[in-house]
Nanobody, 121 residues
Framework: QVQLVESGGGSVQVGGSLRLECAVSGPLDSAYCMAWFRHPTGGERKWVSSLKPDGSSDYTSSVQGRFTISRDSAKNTLLLQMNSVNPDDTAMYYC???????????????WGQGIQVTVSS
């Protein structure tokens, strides 16, 4: 089965940068989506960004222009480059995997264990 392991979280100051990584292993579908979600303490888990089978990506409006999702194919790793962070970015971040086709994701079936990101002023 597919396994996801996040790394790269930690503490960062307002305006700083951080890069999250998600190592992917196991039998992957021929076409699949990868995504990042985040869950702030006391809040709900929300979608952040998706990378789709055709290579296109989407972002929630609050991170558009600040975060970049990408894949390192050589390392089979999903990345999330976070720039110009602010306190609202503080959350547990989760990597997710699921089936897709073209520019469409059909839901996420596998989740990582999560990693904490804390932005301090």
């Amino acid at each position: 089965q597919v396994q996801l392991v996040e790394s790269g979280g930690g503490s960062v100051q307002v305006g700083g940068s951080l890069r999250l990584e998600c190592a992917v292993s196991g039998p992957l579908d021929s076409a699949y989506c990868m995504a990042w979600f985040r869950h702030p303490t006391g809040g709900e888990r929300k979608w952040v960004s998706s990378l789709k089978p055709d290579g296109s990506s989407d972002y929630t409006s609050s991170v558009q222009g600040r975060f970049t999702i990408s894949r390192d194919s050589a390392k089979n790793t999903l990345l999330l480059q976070m720039n110009s962070v602010n306190p609202d970015d503080t959350a547990m971040y989760y990597c997710a995997y699921g089936p897709g086709r073209g520019s469409t994701c059909f839901g996420f079936t596998t989740w990582g264990q999560g990693i904490q990101v804390t932005v301090s002023s």
